[in-house]
Structures are given as structure tokens and as C-alpha cells.
Nanobody, 123 residues
Framework: QVQLVESGGGMVQAGGSLRLSCEAS????????MGWFRQAPEKDREFVAT????????NYAGSVRGRFTISRDNAKNTVYLQMNSLKPEDTAVYYC????????????????WGQGTQVTVSS
């Protein structure tokens, strides 16, 4: 069993930055690919970014590429999402998840999920 706890969300003005953290319990973190997703009100949960178990391979959604950076610290069982140049359309609840198998950008490819952290960007 894996438990994920996100933190670091909040309210920020457009153009600002936030760093989200996701701490994982369990011994399999260092061997697991991790991902970040987000869900805005009345919208489907969408892929944001993913990182390989060793941290060398990263993929991003087109809407965040160049502004967001995913990273991880396996010694701390933590994955991060650095968000810069935030826009009002980035407002959503952000979730981290453990990739199990399948398409990296597909929600159904991820098994364990955190409870989410709210990010609100004002214009």
C-alpha cells in the first residue's frame, strides 16, 4: 500500500510561482514513476507531468511545458512540481499519483492517488 500526501498549494497572483510537494510512504517510491495531474471545477482530471523512477526522464503537458518542472528526491520519498509564470487557467486541485502501467498521460495508468492540494491563480 502507498500513501501520498500533497502540500504547497495556495493562492497566488498571475505570473507568480508555487512549489508543490508530494510525500510518499512505502518502500517502492524509488522504483516508481510518478505523475502530477490537475482537475479544475467541472472539468476532467488532466495530465500535467511525469517523471521516471530515477528522475532522468520527464514528460509534460503542452500547456505547462516551459513553465512547470517536475523533480524528485528519492532519499526523501518526495516528488515536486515547481510552477512558474502561473496563469489563471492553472487554477485547479493538483494530485500526485503512482504510475502502474500504460500511457504516461492517461489517468487510468496511475494507481495510488493523493488527496490533492488547491492552487488558485488570480488575474
Amino acid at each position: 500500500q502507498v500513501q501520498l500526501v500533497e502540500s504547497g498549494g495556495g493562492m497566488v497572483q498571475a505570473g507568480g510561482s508555487l512549489r508543490l510537494s508530494c510525500e510518499a510512504s512505502g518502500r517502492t517510491f524509488s522504483t516508481s514513476r510518478m505523475g502530477w495531474f490537475r482537475q479544475a471545477p467541472e472539468k476532467d482530471r488532466e495530465f500535467v507531468a511525469t517523471i521516471s523512477s530515477g528522475g532522468t526522464l520527464r514528460n509534460y503537458a503542452g500547456s505547462v511545458r516551459g513553465r512547470f518542472t517536475i523533480s524528485r528526491d528519492n532519499a526523501k520519498n518526495t516528488v515536486y512540481l515547481q510552477m512558474n509564470s502561473l496563469k489563471p487557467e492553472d487554477t485547479a486541485v493538483y494530485y500526485c499519483a503512482v504510475h502502474s502501467s500504460g500511457t504516461l498521460s492517461s489517468r487510468s495508468s496511475y494507481s495510488y492517488w493523493g488527496q490533492g492540494t488547491q492552487v488558485t491563480v488570480s488575474s
